[in-house]
């Protein structure tokens, strides 16, 4: 199976920058989408970013359109997310998950998730 490790989460002020990572080991061999999720306290779980299997194609959350970047580099089995002028209501923990290309032509359901990073914007 596929263990998914963020790192990169700390305490920062706003209009900082932050760089997430999340490492994957484990059965990598697969298409797979990753995508970057938060959860803010007394909040709900939120999408936050997405990239393809390929790299190719990315999605983004409209409340962070303009300030974070998601990327990937296979060789290195590692995803990404840049944060850019970090406001205090991007405060969460962030997670990282996986979606398998299914032989349809569709992406599976996020099933494997990482044990999130905390990210903190002090005003």
């Known amino acids: 199976q596929v263990q998914l490790v963020e790192s990169g989460g700390g305490l920062v002020q706003a209009g900082d920058s932050l760089k997430l990572s999340c490492a994957a080991s484990?059965?990598?061999?697969?298409?797979?989408?990753m995508g970057w999720f938060r959860q803010a306290p007394g909040k709900e779980r939120e999408f936050v970013a997405a990239?393809?299997?390929?790299?190719?194609?990315?999605y983004y959350a409209d409340s962070v359109k303009g300030r974070f970047t998601i990327s990937r580099d296979n060789a290195k089995n590692t995803v990404y997310l840049q944060m850019n002028s970090l406001k205090p209501e991007d405060t969460a923990v962030y997670y990282c998950?996986?979606?398998?290309?299914?032989?349809?032509?569709?992406?599976?359901?996020?099933?494997?998730w990482g044990q999130g990073t905390q990210v903190t914007v002090s005003s």
């Open positions: 484990g059965r990598t061999f697969s298409r797979y989408g």
């Open positions: 998950a996986a979606r398998f290309l299914l032989n349809s032509g569709t992406y599976d359901e996020y099933n494997y």
């Open positions: 990239i393809s299997w390929r790299g190719g194609s990315t």
